[in-house]
């Protein structure tokens, strides 16, 4: 297939487009089309032939229309805040921007569900929603600026994800734009009632099935209390091992995260928040629901800690300590920009009985190349983010990171896990592809995708590996962002 | 076929600029890397958490009206990736450098020590391109604005016409399409200028026990049209046992200077300040306007070779926003009743620049029977941004709009930010969309209530 910018098509689909949006809804220019090469993942950058921003589904059917019409590629774009090159332009093309698509259309706490438009920031839903008591559950840490079109293109997670469950879960109803401009309609206010469960076969196919341009989110009822523990142990194993056990007694935290000895130092170094920094894990558990039971879920939990060596075991005692403990948390990738000039994140999963063996290959593979990695993860769902320091300047151990990422994401698979937790497959997990599915797999997810995208218009290249992959060469690794 | 060779803007068949662009880009080479510290630029990630609390881009929802989009552009030029073509001027020029994305960055990107050395270099090409400042940078911004003095005279006939009531028969008449716009966004950006109080004096004792001596910063155009409030806060000071001096030789902190490009006009008043301050007795230089505190704490980002170091320190480590003082401090709580609802309204150059937010909350639930309604996007700018109401008025104008709606929704009958620029904005906007609140700055409050008297409704 030629590329948009080898063909003649150009300078009359820019005419039929700026018709179409006015010119200030259609970027052209070469210096304006710049930032969008890349999103949060920069390894890569592809700069897209045209960029387009609707307001409206009707503008998003035209515009396909249009892309078909002339035989040109076309993906979708949100906030661009992915960690795995979900919005990157393959073969350049129509880059389809849905930032202005920001209305929230409808609030029905009654019955506990919000339409909202794709371009919607998760927080702002969330905020929209202060005081109603309901709020919308999946909270991915990248949450005041991603987008709920981006967070259902790859089934976002986030810390409270563990017991609220991911995107798909709270997703009532899709209004989809189809490869050939045609819209397509799965549930409502209700849900799906009958028939194959189609919206989950939409949630997550990252932009290669179709546009949402209309969401229907289940709202969740704010729990009537919380408590939040932090325990603190001298011993990794002891702590996963806790971890383990707690939910082996039937406790599902609302969130179970860990912080390891390096990055602890690091959120110390930088914000000064009074953690240990001579302790080998921390580990932040939150609990909420009904109020009664809550104070015996919280003594079973500490009882746990303390039965697993916890060395220390406090409880926040009132609401600005707890903030004060989910701030370290979701600030503790900020504080490792501070202690390295680049890092780079892995997301690999794998099931939480095997985290003390995961973590222990970590901290082998950090000895054999003489890399320093610290983790800060999801330990509630076996979700681990280890973070590999190094200086871009030096290409040898740029090097390394790669190798030491590609052998950490292989351990997770040994261990009978998976090579992403939630940042999605995008353009970076491509090559892992093959080796976490068999051929059976990945051909009926081909046919799976044929019928969504039988022209392959739509964000070509992405989601399942092609001959094209080959192209990408990884020359070092990405800078990545806190998630 | 290889995408990338047809697409990258390094390739210049595809990505040649138009014939402006080339002319712009090929007068003069002024080099960015030598301005912009090329670390700042490595700091950012690339994450995106700041897009959604920058104003123009939740806006206009552009990658390139955002912060990450903007560091994006500026590396991109500053490593020859791309030619400074108008529309990446344009997008730049747009920033209102309110700093919201310092706030929301988790890998602390200085996006300010960014843009502004950035700004700096752009200047300077136009310089060396023989482009001229306009009239209205030249006379109005850069002369007239700095001099308290020239600004309180150039003010007189407003202050005639307003207390006749001309002005507003004037602004409703077709005669205000004589003036030049940018004059009559001036013109309409007036809030009232009430009595014409003489300038504070040199010297103010403390009331009670001595707690502190303090010097106040009364700056150019706040002293001009907000002499009031510098009257208050010195009032407030001495209410909690502050003795107050009030250097006669100080002068504009130069931030005008510095946030068009200009640093090297900024530096005399620069040097005239630290002269006017250094009495060491002095325990604090408290400023009351959000942008003359954020330059004054950040001299030493502008003038790194070019002053005494250590003097310029010193100056800086005494420079404190009265309600950061005050809190600190610890407020003698006033008595005077006020029953009333309040909303507040974070200042940029207080909440971002100086992470100030919760000092002026805390003073203000002090006085007795207010009630303060927290406001809805308190931190988004309100689209004044130091001179932007009058470089960007669309978009200022747009941003000031989305403010007062927010007020609104409060229901509030006082509103209050503690910054000159933003109070000027939000009474031009007000008046525009009809809202009736008393609009004024904590500490005319906060001295209300010491006072025993009511805010005017």
New interface residues.
Partial sequence: METLSQTSSLPLLEAKFTELLGKDRVLTSPSERLVYECDGFTLEKNIPDLVVLPETTEEVVAIVKLCNEYQVPFLPRGAGTSLAGGCFPFDGGVMIVLTRMKKIIELQVRDRYAVVQPGVINSALTRALQGTGYHYAPDPSSQIACTIGGNVATNSGGPHTLKYGVTVNHILGLEIVLHDGSILELGGPTGEQFGPDLISVFVGSEGTFGICTKVWVRLTPDPEARKTVLAVFDDMDNATEAISEIIGQGIIPAAMEMMDQGITQAVEEAFHFGFPTDAKAVVIIEIDGLQAGLQEQQDAILKICQDFGAREVRHAQTEAERLQIWQARKKAFGAIGRLSSSFCTQDGVVPRTKLPEMLRQVAAVSEKYGLRIVNVFHAGDGNIHPILLFDERDEEQVRQVLEASDEILETCLDLGGTVTGEHGIGIEKLSFMPRMFTETDLAVMKNVKEVFNPSQLLSPKKKLPSEDIKELKRLKPGRHAPH | ?S??E????EAPQ??A??ST?KKSCSQSAVSFDTKVNY?RF??C?????????CPTYVE?????DGP??RI??MR?VTDE???L?P??RQ?LDLCLDCRACET?????VKYGEIIEPFRSALAEKDRNDGKKLDLFHRLILFKLFPSAKLTRLSLIPARIAQSIKLDQWFLNSPLKKLLPKKILALTEMLPPLGANLPSLPTHLPAKGKQRAKVALFTGCVADAVFRSTHWATARVLQENGCEVVVPKNQTCCGAIHVHSGQEDQARPYLEANLTAFEDPSIDAIIVNVAGCGAMLKEYHHHFKETTDQKRLKTFMSKVKDVHEFLDELGVIPPKGRIEATATYHDACHLRHAQQIAAAPRNLLNQIPGLKLIPLPESELCCGAAGTYNLTQPEMANRLGVRKIENVKRTDAELLLAANAGCLLQLHKVAKQQHLNSWIGHPIDLLDLSYQQKQPKL
Avoid at chain 2, 45 to 53: D, K, M, R, V
Avoid at chain 2, 60 to 64: I, Q, R, S, Y
Avoid at chain 2, 104 to 108: E, H, L, N, V, W
């Fill in positions: 076929m995408v990338k047809s697409l990258n803007v595809l990505s600029p138009t662009e670390d490595l700091d990630i690339h994450c995106g958490l700041c897009t959604a609390t206009l929802g552009n990658e390139n990450r989009g994006h552009l991109a990736r791309v030619e073509s529309q990446i997008h929301a960055c988790p890998s602390g």
